[in-house]
């Protein structure tokens, strides 16, 4: 883990590289030696949150053949009204990656 801090905020003690567990999940962290106060990046927190279940929408990347692929959640092909055949658009965004789906029928 990277540190991202050398001090805890509530003590001002150096802090140390630690595995926490948080509802029974294993985390990386950084903690006070002195006060027990834990420090969590926010891809631990992601991770966290993936693990518990509380990111619902959240998918796995797989292989498929040459290609990467990834499943979409029922409700969204649902609320999106998604088809076999229809088309993602991807656009480069500074945040990640937004996906428009354009229907089959829209561009024949």
Request: with cysteine; net charge positive; glycine share 8%.
């Amino acid at each position: 883990m990277k540190k991202f801090m050398k001090t805890c905020y509530k003590c001002g003690t150096n802090v140390q590289t630690a595995k926490c567990v948080k509802e029974g999940i294993t985390l990386e962290c950084l903690k006070c030696p002195k006060c027990g106060e834990e420090y969590f990046t926010s891809s631990e927190l992601i991770k966290f949150d993936i693990k518990t279940g509380r990111r619902k929408f959240v998918r796995k990347f797989g292989v498929l053949g040459d290609s990467m692929v990834m499943r979409f959640p029922t409700r969204v092909v649902k609320d999106f009204n998604i088809k076999p055949g229809d088309y993602g658009v991807f656009e480069k965004r500074p945040d990640g990656i937004l996906i428009k789906p354009i229907h089959a029928k829209e561009i024949n």
